[in-house]
T-cell receptor, first 112, second 112 residues
Framework: DQQVKQNSPSLSVQEGRISILNCDYTNSMFDYFLWYKKYPAEGPTFLISISSIKDKNEDGRFTVFLNKSAKHLSLHIVPSQPGDSAVYFCAASASTASKLTFGTGTRLQVTL | DGGITQSPKYLFRKEGQNVTLSCEQNLNHDAMYWYRQDPGQGLRLIYYSQIVNDFQKGDIAEGYSVSREKKESFPLTVTSAQKNPTAFYLC???????????FGSGTRLTVV
């Protein structure tokens, strides 16, 4: 049972344009959401997070939007840069738990 | 520099053999985790530990075992009972809960 889903396995965006990565979840107990970036043969690194009490959080070129009623969140990267090319994982947790549940990942390719 | 170290980076195992993956952290984090990454399946939780001498099964614990005798160390043993052990294994730690999750650089295990 995949509680966190990233339905787009890959995405290609031109440099300078906006990248939008999507994530859906099914567990209504999830109240904290994170995005991680991963390069091949390396561990994921934290990008940005959002609590369920907010609907938007911004950090530089990265913005995460949360729509609780739709159980949907998205990561916007503006402008996209070639160095953003990586696999992006959405993750979620419930405040009562101490573990993260990850999505399947979306591979972003930023082209010149 | 504080961090989390996984060793070895690459590991080959013959079928029927047990193998132990090392994970050490000097971040003074209480919680430690083991995840497995397979193509198209994201990161799946194997085991986690919130405190020394205590650990819980994750979503795919069958065929694996762990120990947490020291705060700094959380080794994972892949036993011969694990039917499909070839994968990329990631260890992570966090102070409490899910904030500050830090990942190691991973161990790629191949069964030959």
């Amino acid at each position: 049972d995949q509680q966190v889903k990233q339905n787009s396995p890959s995405l290609s965006v031109q440099e300078g344009r906006i990248s939008i990565l999507n994530c859906d979840y099914t567990n209504s107990m999830f109240d904290y959401f994170l995005w991680y970036k991963k390069y091949p043969a390396e561990g994921p690194t934290f990008l940005i997070s959002i609590s369920s009490i907010k609907d938007k959080n911004e950090d530089g070129r990265f913005t995460v939007f949360l729509n609780k009623s739709a159980k949907h969140l998205s990561l916007h990267i503006v402008p996209s840069q070639p160095g953003d090319s990586a696999v992006y994982f959405c993750a979620a947790s419930a405040s009562t738990a101490s573990k993260l549940t990850f999505g399947t990942g979306t591979r972003l390719q930023v082209t010149l | 520099d504080g961090g989390i170290t996984q060793s070895p980076k690459y590991l080959f195992r013959k079928e029927g053999q047990n193998v132990t993956l090392s994970c050490e952290q000097n971040l003074n984090h209480d919680a430690m985790y083991w995840y497995r990454q397979d193509p198209g399946q994201g990161l799946r939780l194997i085991y986690y530990s919130q405190i020394v001498n205590d650990f819980q099964k994750g979503d795919i614990a069958e065929g694996y075992s762990v120990s947490r005798e020291k705060k700094e160390s959380f080794p994972l043993t892949v036993t011969s009972a694990q039917k499909n052990p070839t994968a990329f294994y990631l260890c992570a730690s966090s102070p409490t809960g899910v904030d500050g999750y830090t990942f190691g650089s991973g161990t790629r295990l191949t069964v030959v």
